[in-house]
């Protein structure tokens, strides 16, 4: 490590850390997830979607792919990045980070990087997964990568986020559990907003859910609630706040330091 | 030579409005061992954690091998290590997978010879495959020892090693302290046994209420500070010092069986000779006699009483 340059043993050194946290515990990290979106696939998508008619020329059960895998790399990403910084909180071994010779930046790389990635796996999993239920189609790979690395990315970093604000379990568990489930649910996982009542559509707009998951359909089946541009520019938006909100807590040592 | 830490004017104001440090002005020696003695709440976990960089400074500047621990934290950091008070690991973890992340968050490259040393040196190479919430208290402070040395640090800081450790492994500890000075590394302990200061130190600074009071050569301070004791087992018990002797500053002691004379190291003239050749113009004589010096713990405890 030079003086100046990046401290790349220690990203590398936290992203295995948490990489093998997650090969440690296989059942809670990947087959739990898995199994709760299957189940989705079969009750939504071949139980009751095989009554519902087609949405937009899609069938129902292919339809709900992007918002199920949304909706999982969501509370995946939140979850990973939220524990995995709240545990060291917990138990007292953050004293090793902040003894380190490490930039607050670093810590967020290697920490946001290895929830992300976990989520992206569990994501991709998934759509294999559901490759097996309904017939699937991807119209543009590329956008479809982008914005799955972008929602986990800035999922991880809101995760982060409320790793480091919470100080009990209930606080680590509450806005996943009261806002971010909630949002995600009524932000067109399981319909298109087009089929809500006008005044429920502008509320809907609100949600900042809605403009992800309309994006990642679009890079599906060429089907979008919101235009391509707005989806990719609010989630770059939610990005950089998540960023600034990380920054000054590490510029104020927010919870981390007395 | 140029101190490996000097601490300047460094107060610490929590939130809480409790002052924990207040103006403290600290230089410790290259390769030396010192340690920090203060009763419970002294600021001595304080002082540690801000050159640590656990805890943000008030006002004041550490230099760290001429490291400021703020803006050059990196450089300063590198060559410190730190093993807490409190014994926190992560359970899940195996020996070797632990302390070879603790080299990475370091920034040092992988080496595994190193840790392999490191783990033999500290008598866990056997359990280096077992994960830490399978080990005793005493093996998982040395695992945190481990991690602490793992990046090859100049510095140590080792807050209250031996707290809530057998005698043994107490022993072993300031085997491996020591050892550890013999190769170069400046050691920081905190304390509050005594004979542990007394037994492993060069230097000792003493902290109460957030300030030095004291830095000193431990040898030094046990001469300047140290009273010694002259105890002469009587042949026949006395009930009160006869008039001739009122000059010095007897005791009796054991019932009149023991006649105690305390005298200072430091003066030039102890007296002994002249209360030798009194007892025995007097009458007196004695069957034995020892000598005895006040330990560090008696030096302590009279300083940090004088300043309530």
């Known amino acids: 490590m030079s003086a100046i340059g990046m401290n790349w043993h220690a990203i590398r050194a936290i992203y295995r850390f948490e990489m093998a946290r997650t090969w440690r515990t296989p059942l809670q990290s990947i087959v739990s997830p898995v199994l709760s979106t299957s189940l989705y696939f079969v009750v939504f998508g071949a139980a009751i979607g095989s009554r519902m008619q087609a949405i937009d020329g899609v069938p129902y ?10 909706l999982s790399l969501l509370t995946q990403s939140i979850a990973n990045a939220s524990f995995a910084i709240y545990f060291p909180k917990f138990t007292g ?22 929830a992300a990635t976990k989520s992206i796996l569990l994501g991709l999993i998934i759509l294999a997964t ?28 809101f995760g982060f986020i409320i790793g480091i604000w919470a100080d009990g379990f209930e606080k680590l568990q509450v806005i996943p559990l009261l806002i971010v489930t909630p949002l995600a649910f009524l932000g067109g996982s399981f319909y298109s907003i087009e089929m809500l009542p006008p005044v429920w559509r502008t509320v809907t707009l609100f949600n900042p859910v809605v403009y992800l998951i309309s994006g990642f359909r679009w890079s599906f089946y060429n089907i979008a609630d919101v ?18 909100i990380v920054g000054w807590i590490f510029r104020t040592g927010y919870r981390l330091k007395n | 030579m140029q101190p490996i830490i000097s601490v300047s004017g460094l107060s610490k104001t929590y939130a809480s409005g409790f002052s924990a440090l207040k103006s403290v002005d600290l230089e410790i020696r290259r390769g030396e061992i010192f340690a920090l003695l203060g009763p419970n709440g002294a600021g001595k976990t304080t002082l540690i954690s801000i050159i640590c960089g656990l805890v943000t400074p008030s006002t004041g500047q550490v230099l760290a091998d001429g490291h400021e621990i703020v803006r050059d934290y990196r450089a300063a ?30 920034g040092k ?37 481990a991690k602490a040395l793992s990046h090859e640090p100049r510095i140590l800081f080792l807050d209250e090693p031996t707290a809530g450790v057998d005698v043994e492994l107490r022993k072993d500890m300031w085997q491996l302290v020591r050892r550890l000075r013999e190769s170069g590394v400046t050691i920081i302990l905190t304390t509050h046994y005594i004979d542990e200061a007394e037994e492993m130190a060069d230097r000792i600074g003493v902290i109460s209420k957030g300030e030095i009071i004291l830095v000193e050569e431990k040898i030094e301070l046990m001469r300047k500070l140290g009273r010694k004791q002259l105890t002469l087992s009587l042949q026949a018990p006395m009930t009160e010092l006869p008039a001739s002797l009122s ?50 713990e008696d030096i302590f405890v009279s300083l940090v009483k004088d300043r309530r």
């Open chain 1, 61 to 70: 059960g292919a339809f709900i792919v992007p918002g199920l895998i949304m």
């Open chain 1, 93 to 114: 071994t953050i004293y090793e980070l902040l003894s380190a010779p490490v930039a607050w930046w670093e810590v967020v790389i290697a920490y946001v990087g290895a």
């Open chain 1, 130 to 157: 559901a490759a097996l239920f309904v017939p699937l189609q991807i119209a543009h790979p590329f956008w479809m990568l982008l914005f799955l690395v972008l929602t986990a990315t800035t999922f991880s970093l």
């Open chain 1, 227 to 244: 235009s391509l541009g707005v989806s990719l520019g609010m989630t770059l938006v939610f990005l950089t706040a998540c960023i600034a």
């Open chain 2, 77 to 106: 950091r590198a060559k410190i290590g730190l093993v807490p008070q409190e014994l926190t690991t992560d359970a899940f973890e195996t020996v070797w997978s632990t302390v070879t992340f603790s080299r990475g968050l370091f």
């Open chain 2, 109 to 145: 490259p992988k080496d595994p010879a190193l840790i392999e040393t490191l783990l033999k040196d500290l008598s866990l190479w056997d359990k280096r495959d077992s994960q830490i919430r399978m080990l005793s208290g005493g093996m998982k402070r040395r695992v945190m020892i």
């Open chain 2, 247 to 296: 000059g010095y500053a007897l005791a009796l002691a054991k019932d009149g069986a023991e006649l105690v004379y305390t005298y200072d190291t430091k003066a030039e003239r102890t007296g002994i000779t002249a209360l030798l050749q009194d007892l025995a113009n007097a009458g007196i004589r004695f069957n034995d006699l020892r000598t005895s010096q006040s330990s560090l």
